[in-house]
């Protein structure tokens, strides 16, 4: 008769055995600050225990296999319904913190550079901010007192030593897109030379169209999307489809513009919010 040093099944159930109780003693030692355990009302799922919506989506499969239509139109669960309620209580969610601190003085450092050097130019005098003495501050320099606004664009590195950061000036009524050239050495980032010119990019708008749809049960979504976004779904007059992925929600009026809406799984949401908050509302 085989031991257990021969049965390949008896030392397969060892292996996992020893490995979950590893994977358990690394979770309780873990640090608080690498590994957090939050009550956040998720209930822990077995393999008995089925989400709502998956266990209704299985019965449709199942139904649509046998040869039954499901129901089309919006339920409280369904795929076109309100999502369902999250657990006030019980289980546990397991989130994982990374450090956000700063190593070391790199890109962040750059960027802000990038800013002062472009207020100066945007201020006629192109030439250098002067590092102060002590306790290191900006030397004093010759800014007008025109508004100026600076918008980062990107910050383009494709090596350790050297980067070029892009930036829109705003001046006056014009845009300007301006380079300006990176060096870094061991104490910091350091501008490496004066700003260039390059083409400017177009603020005139151009307005999306779309078909409109009558499709009751988009209406729906959509309204329900405008509501979980803040918005109240009876401004929209008109939702409408269009080649790309945006579906339009046509407001009445002009002032607060016309949200866009994207389709996510099983609802739309409103496009600009975080996931958790287009989904769950304000």
């Known amino acids: 008769m085989p031991n257990?040093?021969?049965?390949?099944?008896?030392?397969?159930?060892l292996g996992t055995t020893v490995i979950a109780c590893a994977l358990v003693a690394v979770a309780l030692g873990a640090p608080?600050?690498?590994?957090?355990l939050l009550d956040d009302g998720h209930p822990a799922t077995t393999d008995h225990q089925m989400p709502e919506s998956l266990s209704e989506d299985r019965d449709s499969v199942a139904a649509s296999q046998d040869g039954a239509t499901p129901e089309a139109g919006p339920s409280d669960g369904g795929r076109w319904g309100a999502?369902?309620?999250?657990?006030?209580?019980?289980?546990?969610?397991v989130e994982e913190l990374r450090g956000g601190w700063r190593v070391q003085a790199g890109a962040e450092?750059?960027?802000?550079?990038?800013?002062?050097?472009?207020?100066?130019?945007?201020?006629g005098?192109?030439?250098r901010i002067e590092q102060g003495t002590g306790s290191g501050g900006m030397g004093r320099g010759s800014m007008a007192g025109d508004a100026v606004a600076v918008t980062l664009e990107a910050v383009e590195r494709p090596g350790l030593s050297h980067a070029v950061v892009t930036v829109l000036v705003a001046h006056a009524d014009d845009v300007h897109r301006l380079a300006i050239p990176i060096v870094f050495r061991d104490s910091g980032p350091a501008l490496a030379g004066e700003p260039w010119r390059l083409p400017s990019p177009s603020t005139a708008p151009v307005t999306l169209e779309g078909a409109a749809t009558g499709d009751e049960v988009l209406i729906a979504a959509a309204r329900d999307a405008?509501?979980?976004?803040?918005?109240?779904?009876?401004?929209?007059?008109?939702?409408?489809?269009?080649?790309?992925?945006p579906f339009i929600a046509r407001l009445d009026g002009e002032?607060?513009?016309?949200?866009?809406?994207?389709?996510?799984?099983?609802?739309?949401v409103v496009a600009g919010l975080p996931l958790d908050r287009a989904v769950e509302g304000p």
């Open 109 to 123: 450092e750059a960027a802000a550079l990038v800013v002062l050097a472009a207020h100066a130019w945007a201020s």
């Open 125 to 127: 005098d192109p030439g």
């Open 226 to 245: 405008l509501e979980r976004a803040g918005i109240p779904g009876a401004r929209m007059v008109q939702l409408e489809v269009t080649d790309g992925w």
């Open 255 to 268: 002032a607060d513009g016309h949200p866009w809406l994207r389709w996510h799984l099983d609802r739309f």
């Open 83 to 93: 999502a369902p309620e999250r657990p006030t209580s019980g289980g546990l969610r």
């Open 32 to 36: 608080t600050g690498v590994l957090t």
């Open 4 to 13: 257990d040093r021969t049965n390949p099944a008896r030392r397969r159930a």
